[in-house]
């Protein structure tokens, strides 16, 4: 049977969470192809568990005191008495964000700027927490607000050749922090987790140093944008290449003149979300959203971004790996839910449809909702789903419900 995107052939479920093997690991965007050339998947071992929680119970193991006496060392570093900024931490004023630009200030005494690359779309909600983790917080912030126009065809263009309408959005949050950490000569740069803690090969996390390969780029005709080369965008859509160049990460040769470390505070401090997200309520006045968010049974994940809940959707179209399984699955590593609590969930919230925003989002790039929904037929994989009287259902899922369990 066929499979779209190079996904294994077949599904396999982890015994410990409800993660699939069609969980992708993460990619350099500007690298992203329709057919995922090169990709890789969630390993799931010879013992059946994945991965992720093989790292997840690794982490019990880990000698934190020990790590945090490296944090400290590393800091005193690069920390400066100057009162110049030491340190820069990208993020939107979400939890993980809040938590790790609070605690670098006023735990460990840096002096970090923050850095933010907006969502297209804001939530209300969103937006809020974005001016608390500033103003109550207290921190310096430089908001890079991009050009619209072309984030729309951008957006539009991701969700026609791949399916995927967040791909601006991580982009610029991914490749802005170097960008301006060598603007203001500021050489140490933190994210939060190392994308090893959701099913990235487990090797990645046996260092605190994010790889390069994600945020440089040794040859601008080889990059990729919306699922096609930049040339193509540049000579049929009207973009130049100064309005790539903004989205796309610093050029190899100019990083390399830099001596910026871009490091994963999660190396250093054991990153649980839910403590994250109890940290930023209690220090930077950060608010759940009013209600669940569609597609799982969570309300304070991934909520800056109207976009966000479409953009899960999507996966659960393509992967068959819903917003509830990714949800679920990172509280069953972290030991909040049993996995018969996980499967629950899953069978009750994954792949329902996004509508509070839908027609917003669609109405703001230009998209007919029936052209969405017809891309959505076109890039279900023959091996993840059946069409039985008329309705498309999973071959397989984590409660063995599918047409093929």
Known sequence: M??????????????????SNQRPASIPEFRHKPNREGAKYLKINKDGICDACKHGDRKNEINWVKREKEL??????????????DCLVPGSGGKDSAFQAHVLKYKYGMNPLTCTWPPILYTDYGYDNFKNWVEIGGFDNIVFRQNGKVMKTLTKLSIENLLHPFQTFILGQKNIAPKIAAKFDIDLVFYGENEAEYGNPIADNSSSLRDKSYHTMDNFDKMYLAGLPVKE???NYKLTKSDLMTILPLPYEEFSKTNIQINYLGYYLRWIPQEAYYYAVENTGFKARPFRTQGTY???NSIDDKIDDLHYYTTYIKFGIGRATYDSSQEIRNRHITREEGCALVKRFDGEFPDKYFEEIMNYIDLDPSKFNDLCEKF???HIWKKENGKWKLRHTVNRTGTDD
Not at 2 to 19: D, G
Not at 73 to 82: E, F, S
Request: proline content about 5%.
């Open 2 to 19: 066929s499979t779209l995107f190079n996904a294994p052939r077949e599904v396999v479920f982890c015994k410990k969470c409800v993660m």
């Open 72 to 85: 400290i060392k590393l800091l005193d570093k690069y920390r400066k008495n100057d009162g110049s900024y």
């Open 233 to 235: 965008l540049i000579d």
């Open 298 to 300: 969570s309300k304070y």
């Open 380 to 382: 279900r994989s023959p």
